[in-house]
């Protein structure tokens, strides 16, 4: 079991960044893939970013090369740094204990002028 806290979302400005922290607690061993994900009004809930243990990333091609997502050798720590925000990244963002069952609260982005 793998509880998330996911935090630092908040409002910005178009082209402005934020860092999003997922906190995991529990069965961290467990945890082989983390990933974050979005889900705006009206859609699905889509996937952001992922990384492995061993550091390998993966990004949705509407974030690549402004979106990095790391974390620390425990996973204990899973973070996404959002940069020249757009409004269309406007969602609840989700982290994810990719292959297990655990989802964090999720945090709201809001990108606006």
């Known amino acids: 079991q793998v509880q998330l806290v996911e935090s630092g979302g908040g409002l910005v400005q178009p082209g402005g960044s934020l860092r999003l922290s997922c906190a995991a607690s529990g069965s961290i061993f467990t945890i082989n893939t983390m990933g974050w994900y979005r889900q705006a009004p009206g859609k699905e809930r889509e996937l952001v970013a992922l990384?492995?243990?061993?550091?390998?990333?993966h990004y949705a091609d509407s974030v690549k090369g402004r979106f990095t997502i790391f974390t620390d050798n425990a996973m204990k720590m899973t973070s996404l740094q959002m940069n020249s925000l757009k409004p269309e990244d406007t969602a609840v963002y989700y982290c994810?204990?990719?292959?297990?069952?655990?989802w964090g609260q999720g945090t709201q982005v809001t990108v606006s002028s």
């Open positions: 990384i492995t243990r061993r550091g390998t990333t």
């Open positions: 994810h204990t990719i292959g297990g069952d655990s």
